[in-house]
């Protein structure tokens, strides 16, 4: 499983089966990498990234995320059962660890 930095949610668009769909884009920092993910809201998946697309923000983490190949290149897999990792919790931790 990776955990990669959300950046953010991507414009919507209509899907030509009905319904919307949008990418979310991640940061592997340690890879210096970028990668997606695209969700359609009418897919049964949707449900598990309620949480991520209400709440995340740009810095947060997101753990949990299973990689796939598609059409040569690695992505997210939207079939993933993502956890959100907040910036603030992350600087609680870091702040824990790193004190006298």
Not at 28 to 44: G, P, Q, V
Not at 91 to 100: A, C, G, N, S, T
């Amino acid at each position: 499983m990776n955990l990669l930095e959300f950046v953010k949610i991507g414009k919507e668009y209509t899907s030509r089966h009905g319904g919307k769909w949008f990418h979310i884009y991640f940061k592997d920092n340690i890879k210096n990498k970028s990668y997606r993910t695209a969700l359609f809201e009418n897919m049964r998946n949707f449900s598990n990234w309620q949480h991520i697309i209400n709440n995340a923000e740009r810095g947060d983490f997101v753990d949990n995320l299973k990689m796939k190949t598609y059409k040569g290149k690695e992505i997210v897999d939207a079939d993933s059962m993502p956890k959100l990792i907040t910036k603030k919790f992350m600087d609680e931790v870091k702040e824990y660890l790193y004190e006298d």
